[in-house]
């Protein structure tokens, strides 16, 4: 098998969604009309990522969902992607599961993959995804307000506790399977992203950590807030340990839930959104006038943390 045989074989599907998909210089897409484009690219990179011995079947779900989330992020309803992967050796069967991983997540989206290139290399799987709002309608991060409520959706810290665990670093301690599932096979939040149009103002999806992503917002909308860690949602069985794993709670990583914000008179309708969506949301703190992020215990005393989420190079 060679490179062009791996392609058509595995990464060819038809894609109804594109004017012209696989196979030629270029794909050829129409956005619909009176829609704003979104894209957006993240990039898995082994070892860094990913654990060079994950289960290819889940490391393509992964590598998909990372994206649809910033399409769910903005509100955008992911419609295309592409797919760049560098590989050490060609695996059949490690492609194989690759594919049925992320073309699984794909059709679950009514996502067409419409191109990508395939290259000999270090393990990275690099995706471009593309998405529509109606124009205008997008959620950004720099929209937030005083006053607004901040909420979460789902659990955070599973996927941290999950890698601290593998990393050997909480011994003693069983994690439900939540946790690694978590990890590795996140669930990006479109539907809820989408039900959110017209009802947050801010929003971004939680990938280095609750403190450190919500603190983007709170950069780009000028604004400070409170967040009550007591509130923040995470699994019933990590609850006893919530002051250990309060690090991987607030500031863990690889959560790949929703934060935003939204006027505290909409508070309903953010319920009825989540329901529509089937996803629970909880309410974790208030968007101010005073600048910065005050990380509040259930006395009221500021907690300070030694670091608000994962940065590459910090
Ligand atoms: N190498 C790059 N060149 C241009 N823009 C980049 C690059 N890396 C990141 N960005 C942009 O910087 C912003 C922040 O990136 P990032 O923190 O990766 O966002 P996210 O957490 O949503 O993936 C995004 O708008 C992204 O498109
Ligand atoms: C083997 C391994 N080490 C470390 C991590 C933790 N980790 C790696 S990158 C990252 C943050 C998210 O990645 P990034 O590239 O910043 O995604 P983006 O914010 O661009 O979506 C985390 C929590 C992991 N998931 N697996
Ligand atoms: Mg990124």
């Known amino acids: 098998m060679n490179e062009f045989d791996l392609i058509r074989r595995y990464f060819t599907h038809s894609t109804p969604a594109a004017v012209l998909g696989v196979g030629d210089d270029a794909a050829i897409l129409r956005p619909t009309a009176g829609h704003d484009l979104h894209v957006s690219a993240d990039m898995l990179v082994s070892g860094r990522h990913f654990f060079a011995d994950v289960e290819p079947e889940a490391l393509g779900h992964k590598a998909l969902a990372v994206n649809l989330s910033d399409m769910a992020a903005m509100g955008a309803t992911p419609r295309w992607a592409l797919l760049t992967l560098a590989l050490p050796q060609l695996d059949e069967a490690w492609v194989a599961a690759f594919a ?101 103002h801010a929003a971004l999806d939680v990938s280095d950590g609750f403190a450190a992503d919500l603190s983007h917002i709170l950069q780009r909308s000028h604004c400070g807030a409170e967040i009550w860690l007591d509130a923040l949602p995470t699994h019933p069985a990590l609850q006893p340990l919530r002051a250990q794993l309060l690090p991987c709670i607030a500031a863990g990583g690889d959560d790949y839930e929703l934060c935003f914000t939204a006027p505290p008179e909409r508070a309903a309708a953010v319920l009825a959104a989540a329901a529509v969506a089937g996803v629970a949301v909880s309410k974790v703190g208030r968007i101010s006038t005073v600048p910065g992020l005050r990380l509040l215990a259930g006395d009221g005393s500021e907690v300070q943390l030694e670091r608000l989420g994962y940065d590459h190079f910090a």
């Open 100 to 200: 049925r991983g992320f073309f699984g997540l794909a059709a679950a989206h009514g996502v067409g993959v419409v191109g990508g290139d395939t290259t000999r290399g270090p393990l990275t799987l690099s995706v471009t995804i593309m998405g529509e709002t109606p124009q205008g309608q997008a959620l950004r991060r720099d929209s937030a307000r005083s006053g607004d409520d901040i909420w979460v959706s789902g659990q955070l810290g599973l996927a941290a506790a999950a890698l601290r665990s593998r990393l050997g670093q909480l011994p003693g301690i069983a994690l439900p399977a939540d946790c690694l599932r978590q990890l590795e096979r996140p669930q990006p939040r479109v539907a809820l992203g989408q039900q959110l149009l017209g009802i947050a």
